[in-house]
């Protein structure tokens, strides 16, 4: 069936450097799409999110990209910090009820000093 | 403003066994959602609630999964009876509205462990 998945399962990144956390989806009908922070022993948290009808969309030290073309979405954390550490989880909206939406499977995203 | 409430935090439970978990959403959220998160994965919707209609519930397995929001408000989501694979993290969040791009707020989880 169709899916939201991710390439990479743990990302290690350097304190002050960029993150970049992919995200491919197979879905063609899918419209809307969101970023989610999950730390340990929490409930998922709302990073970002972006409609098809758009590329880029900013948020505070938060980029999301979307290329419609090859089906891939894509999380830029600037300056990550060690409070950045979490699992990142892409999902889309199904398409046939609003905020039903399909979960990836997460990247573990871990800060190091 | 109160998040998602839901309680309990922690319940281990035998096969068999019956167990029930409770969600206080947002407080004039219409929109309520169970998910299930089994470790390692993303979330999975198990039942979508607007005020206390069923909005959705395909994926809900209703031979042991039922849930219900009375007067629009509360949610109660009862497994009877649990299998081991029911382990897992059930998390309830909240929405304002219907609608494409109204922003989820989640709960902190009630972890239950199937023995």
């Keep these: 069936g169709e899916s939201v998945g991710l390439h990479l399962p743990t990302l290690s990144v350097q304190e002050g450097d960029n993150s970049i956390i992919n995200c491919a989806y197979s879905n063609s009908a899918s419209d809307y799409f969101i970023w989610y922070k999950q730390e340990s022993g929490k409930g998922p948290q709302f990073i970002i999110d972006i409609r098809s009808n758009m590329d880029k969309r900013q948020g505070q030290r938060v980029t999301v990209l979307l290329n419609k073309t090859v089906k891939h979405l894509s999380l830029q954390i600037a300056a990550t910090q060690p409070g950045d550490s979490a699992v990142y989880f892409c999902a889309e909206n199904m398409g046939d009820s609003w905020g039903k939406l399909q979960f990836g499977a997460g990247t573990q995203v871990v800060v190091t000093p | ?115």
């Excluded at chain 2, 998040?3 to 219409?30: D, L, T």
């Excluded at chain 2, 929109?31 to 206390?52: D, E, H, R, S």
């Excluded at chain 2, 219900?68 to 299998?83: C, F, M, N, W, Y």
Aim: proline share 4%.
């Design chain 2, 1 to 115: 403003e109160a998040g998602v409430a839901q309680s309990p935090r922690y319940k281990i439970i035998e096969k068999r066994q019956s167990v029930a978990f409770w969600c206080n959403p947002i407080s004039g959220h219409a929109t309520l959602y169970w998910y299930q998160q089994i470790l390692g994965q993303g979330p999975k919707l198990l039942i979508q609630f607007q005020n206390n209609g069923v909005v959705d519930d395909s994926q809900l397995p209703k031979d042991r999964f039922s849930a219900e929001r009375l007067k629009g408000v509360d949610s109660t989501l009862k497994i009877q009876p649990a299998k081991l694979e029911d382990s897992a993290v059930y998390l309830c969040a909240s929405s304002l509205v219907y609608s494409l791009n109204t922003e989820a707020f989640f709960g902190q989880g009630t972890r239950l462990t199937v023995v």
